[in-house]
C-alpha cells in the first residue's frame, strides 16, 4: 500500500502571499489531520477533517483553513502568509472503526514551507 | 484537554547500553498513548500504542513501553541500542472520550554514540 503523500515537498513564499498544501492519505483511510512543526513550538495540531468534515481544529487563527474531498484527499491553505508561518507541514491519516481514536496515524514527509 | 510532557530534550547513550525516554501525559479520562520516531527530513513513524490491558506494550525495532497509570506515565525503553536508533522520538496522548485530537510531547531527541 502506497503511504501518505504530500505536495510539494518544498515551498518558498514570500510574506504576505497564500499557499496550499496538498495530502493524499493511505487508500482506505478517511480522517486525515494536519500539524505544524517547528523547532520552537514542537508538533502542533492545526485540524482533522473525516468525510469532508471539520472535526476537530486546533487554536489557530482563521488564515489557516483545510478542505478534505469525496476521495478523501486533503489540503490546507495558509493565506497572507507571516514569517512564523515557516515551518514543516505534517500530515497525518489513520483508518477510521468504531474505536477510532485508539488507531494510529501514519505520517507524510511532510511540506517545508518557507516564508521570506 | 490532554497534554504530554517530555522532561528531557536530548537523551545521550552508548551503544548496547538500554535506553529509557521518558513521558508523561494527563487527561480528564483513560488514555491512548502513542510513540512515533522521526528521523531527519521525515515524516514520524509510529513505534507502539496502548490501548488497554498488558501495561508493557511491545513495539518495532525492539522498543518497548510500560504504561503506569499511577504515575501517569509512559516512559520509552529498549535494552541495548543501536546508533541507528538516534532520533526525535515523540510521545503523544488521545482522551479515549474527547474524539481523534492527539496531542503530541515536545519530543525528546535520542544520540546513540558508537
Known amino acids: 500500500k502506497a503511504g501518505v503523500t504530500q505536495t510539494p515537498r518544498y515551498l518558498i513564499k514570500t510574506r504576505g502571499q497564500q499557499v496550499t498544501l496538498s495530502c493524499s492519505p493511505i487508500?482506505?483511510?478517511?480522517?486525515v489531520s494536519w500539524y505544524q512543526q517547528t523547532p520552537g513550538q514542537g508538533l502542533q495540531f492545526l485540524f482533522e477533517?473525516?468525510?469532508?468534515?471539520?472535526?476537530n481544529k486546533g487554536n489557530f487563527p482563521g488564515r489557516f483553513s483545510g478542505r478534505q474531498f469525496s476521495n478523501s484527499r486533503s489540503e490546507m491553505n495558509v493565506s497572507t502568509l507571516e514569517l512564523g508561518d515557516s515551518a514543516l507541514y505534517l500530515c497525518?491519516?489513520?483508518?477510521?472503526?468504531?474505536?477510532?481514536?485508539?488507531?494510529?496515524?501514519?505520517f507524510g514527509p511532510g511540506t517545508r514551507l518557507t516564508v521570506l | 484537554a490532554q497534554s504530554v510532557a517530555q522532561p528531557e530534550d536530548q537523551v545521550n547513550v552508548a551503544e548496547g547500553n538500554p535506553l529509557t525516554v521518558k513521558c508523561t501525559y494527563s487527561?480528564?479520562?483513560?488514555?491512548?498513548l502513542f510513540w512515533y520516531v522521526q528521523y531527519p527530513n521525515r515524516g514520524l513513524q509510529f513505534l507502539l500504542k496502548?490501548?488497554?490491558?498488558?501495561?508493557l506494550v511491545k513495539g518495532s525495532y525492539g522498543f518497548e513501553a510500560e504504561f503506569n497509570k499511577s504515575q501517569t506515565s509512559f516512559h520509552l525503553k529498549k535494552p541495548s541500542a543501536l546508533v541507528s536508533d538516534s532520533a526525535l522520538y515523540f510521545c503523544?496522548?488521545?482522551?479515549?472520550?474527547?474524539?481523534?485530537?492527539?496531542?503530541f510531547g515536545a519530543g525528546t531527541r535520542l544520540t546513540v554514540k558508537p
Open positions: 496502548y490501548i488497554t490491558g498488558d501495561n
Open positions: 477533517y473525516f468525510s469532508e468534515t471539520q472535526r
Open positions: 503523544a496522548v488521545r482522551d479515549q472520550g474527547r474524539g481523534n485530537d492527539m496531542r
Open positions: 497525518a491519516s489513520s483508518p477510521m472503526g468504531s474505536s477510532g481514536a485508539s488507531n494510529e496515524q501514519f
Open positions: 487508500s482506505g483511510h478517511r480522517s
Open positions: 487527561v480528564s479520562g483513560n488514555p491512548y
